[in-house]
């Protein structure tokens, strides 16, 4: 009896540990980030905040460390156009990126779908009947899984897509989170925790 008991014990902080995952962003810098652009990146009241900068061109904040199988869960609150995306074993020269991206849009604009930047564009959208997950101007929980050649995403607890490729699953690098170019943007980031598997 005691062993059973010693056993879940186990198993329950293994399981917690797995849920919580390793905070990527701290609340309160930007340490473990690299910002790649001239758009604004910076941290006000415990959150991240993304920004269109005078350039209005395309930006990236990227992590340090390069994530090739994990799961990654977000939080993110798009205001004004809110046209962003979480890039995924991506490699970024500049402001050219090379890799994944998780849209991050306004509404029926495929938010979780899938798109290959400098490459063949848009490779999965959600159904549409599933473009109603996005709460626009509220905060929303997005979750990235990626395993082999496998990535998954869900926008408040509804998968959006589920998609194979051969490309990505050779592929490694880092994971960026993305202002789109155009101006008017700003989204607001929050509790980003990633889960190496």
């Not at 709460?135 to 998968?159: A, D, H, P, R």
């Not at 607001?188 to 190496?196: A, D, F, L, P, T």
Request: with cysteine; charged share 25%; aromatic share 10%.
């Amino acid at each position: 009896m005691k062993k059973i008991s010693l056993v879940a014990i186990l198993l329950s902080i293994a399981f917690t540990s797995c849920q919580s995952g390793k905070e990527l962003f701290n609340g309160e810098n930007l340490d473990g980030w690299k910002i790649h652009g001239t758009e604004k990146w910076y941290v006000e009241d415990g959150l991240l905040i993304s920004e269109s900068g005078p350039d209005e061109a395309y930006g990236y904040l990227a992590t340090d460390e390069n994530y090739k199988n994990f799961e990654l869960n977000l939080e993110f609150k798009q205001e004004a156009d809110g046209n962003s995306g979480v890039f995924i074993r991506s490699e970024i020269d500049g402001t050219k990126i090379t890799g994944w991206q998780v849209e991050v849009a306004p509404p029926n604009l495929h938010t979780g779908g899938i798109y290959e930047s400098y490459g063949r564009g848009w490779l999965i959208k959600p159904d549409p009947e599933k473009e109603d997950a996005l709460k626009y101007g509220e905060w929303n929980k997005l979750k990235i899984k990626v395993e082999g050649n496998k990535v998954t995403s869900w926008l408040n607890g509804v998968e959006m897509v589920d998609f194979s490729d051969e490309k990505i699953g050779a592929a490694n690098g880092k994971i960026a989170l993305q202002i789109h170019d155009g101006g008017g943007i700003k989204v607001y980031w929050r509790n980003i925790k990633v889960q190496e598997l």
